[in-house]
């Protein structure tokens, strides 16, 4: 391969999660400035939040230097950002369709567009799997996006002030908001809201905290991916916080009024939330031939390549064997990050002429932050095996997740400045974002 072939080497990479974002960071710093490849990273958003702090965003907790803006990371990176929403896929051309970008009115800011590419990697994550359950999509919300988590928070803050400020604050009925789904996402979301509406009524918009709460479950335990003991204990907490619990209860319908499950409850709800099950978008259904899976994730071998040799796919809308285990490797956060370090050393090889190397799932256990009420969590590892842990020390190494995240994006030094900023800032500023 000569020198003049890899100063050509155009990189695209499609998706700006914690998996992309990764890689485009990577790459520019190895490829992209010394000249070797042209990086670029296409995605919707502007902006990049970490996908486990949704719920936060959600209930408005976040700072919002948390957000990382994908302009200037290209340019301290070395790669470009392209804003649009990939549709369609031309693998004879070596090219990808990206549909116009639209402002809100509808007004057609930057057109359709294609861009071309020798290696492409698919990592545009996933979206919530409704099952075609009726009146999920028409009366539910969603936190797959940063923008739908921003646009739950709007309408958690309206609602609250609607039922004890205005017009209907005579009412002795509480605000009730359903989560569908007792997966990490649901549970996490719920502990956030009970914070919230505390925190709202310290501030003095109610006397007291009057929100009702409920998790709706098919399953009959919380949080499949922990151990029963500790999906029993976090069952207890949320009791204790007043949060109801509709366990081995399938949903069937949602209208505007409140959801029906399979034995004929109905549930009353104000704001609905769907939180059970993830897909590939639909528009990634057998794209340009490639070979997917029942839920759209492309299907890949050992070093994370389609069956398309230029074309890889990583995070949770890859479809990738646990190697000594039964099924995929999970939708996780932890998954991400090893799989866009892995690519990383393969698509420097793949510029050399080597091989590609095999990627292989490291399970570290799982974690769930309740708030500032508690995290339990396992972990794992080869000298100690698994062990449950809680409290204090969970919610340091549920942190240090993020941080690892912080750290492939920004380096050491940049994290530890905005880890400290951080703090000075909630000192400061107001809990919660009231608008």
Same mark, same amino acid.
């Given at each position: ?7 050509k080497h ?9 998996? !992309? *974002?990764e890689l485009?960071t ?23 939040? $970490? ?7 959600a ?9 990382v803006?994908? *302009?200037?990371?290209g ?7 392209? *804003?649009?929403?990939?549709e369609?896929?031309d ?13 809100? +009115?509808?007004? #057609? ?18 979206v919530? =799997? ?7 999509? #028409?009366?539910?919300l ?10 739950f &928070? ?5 609602? /609250?002030?609607?039922? /004890? ?5 005579? =009412?002795?009925?509480?605000? +009730?908001?359903a ?8 549970? #996490?979301?719920?502990? &956030?809201?009970? #914070?919230?509406? =505390? ?29 029963i ?10 009791? +204790? ?10 949903v ?12 004929g409850?109905?549930?009353e ?9 993830i ?10 031939? *490639?070979?997917?899976?029942?839920? =759209?994730?492309?299907v ?7 069956s ?5 796919? @990583?995070?949770?809308?890859a479809?990738?064997? $646990? ?15 090893? &799989? ?16 590609l190397?095999?990627?292989? /799932? ?9 708030g500032?009420?508690?995290?339990? !969590? ?5 000298? @100690? ?5 809680? !409290?204090?020390?969970a919610k ?7 941080k ?22 909630? +000192? ?8």
């Amino acid at each position: 391969m000569t020198n003049e072939h890899i100063e050509k080497h155009k990189i695209v990479i499609v998706g700006g999660g914690a998996a !992309g *974002l990764e890689l485009a960071t990577s790459l520019g710093r190895q490829l992209g400035k010394p000249g070797l490849a042209e990086v670029t990273l296409i995605d919707v958003a502007s902006t990049h939040i $970490w996908k486990p702090l949704l719920h936060e965003v959600a209930a408005g907790t976040l700072d919002e230097s948390e957000q990382v803006e994908y *302009l200037p990371q290209g340019h301290r990176n070395n790669f470009y950002f392209r *804003l649009g929403r990939m549709e369609g896929l031309d693998r004879q051309k070596k090219q990808i369709v990206v549909s116009p970008t639209l402002s809100d +009115s509808g007004e #057609e800011l930057i057109p359709g567009r294609t861009f071309s590419y020798d290696t492409l990697v698919m990592s545009v994550g996933s979206v919530s =799997n409704t099952f075609n359950i009726k009146g999920v999509a #028409e009366h539910c919300l969603f936190l797959d996006t940063t923008s739908q988590a921003f646009k739950f &928070q709007k309408q958690l803050f309206e609602s /609250y002030l609607k039922s /004890y400020i205005g017009k209907d604050s005579a =009412n002795i009925k509480p605000l +009730s908001i359903a989560i569908v789904g007792a997966g990490a996402t649901g549970v #996490e979301l719920a502990a &956030q809201l009970h #914070e919230v509406t =505390n925190v709202l009524a310290i501030y003095g918009l109610n006397e007291k905290s009057t929100v009702k709460l409920t998790i709706i479950e098919a399953a009959t335990q919380l949080l499949p991916a922990l151990p029963i003991k500790l999906a029993t204990a976090t069952q207890q907490q949320l009791a +204790s916080l007043g949060v109801v619990l509709k366990m081995g209860r399938r949903v069937v319908e949602i209208t505007k009024e409140g959801i029906t499950t399979h034995d004929g409850e109905f549930i009353e709800a104000d704001l609905k939330v769907w939180a059970a099950g993830i897909k590939a978008p639909d528009w990634m259904k057998g794209l340009d031939g *490639l070979e997917t899976n029942h839920i =759209n994730q492309l299907v890949v071998d050992k070093t994370l390549k389609t069956s398309d040799d230029a074309i890889f796919a @990583m995070g949770d809308c890859a479809a990738c064997v $646990w190697q000594g285990h039964t099924g995929n490797v999970p939708p996780r956060a932890q998954a991400a990050h090893q &799989q866009a370090s892995t690519l990383c050393k393969s698509i420097i090889n793949r510029l050399k002429d080597r091989e590609l190397v095999e990627f292989v /799932y490291y399970d570290y256990g799982s974690l769930v932050s309740l708030g500032k009420y508690t995290t339990v !969590g396992n972990l794992m590892g080869n000298l @100690m095996g698994t062990v449950s842990v809680g !409290g204090f020390i969970a919610k340091v190494v549920y942190l240090s997740l993020y941080k690892m995240h912080q750290v492939a994006i920004h380096g050491y030094f940049r994290t530890a400045m905005l880890t400290l900023s951080n703090a000075f800032r909630r +000192s400061v500023y107001r809990k919660i974002k009231m608008h």
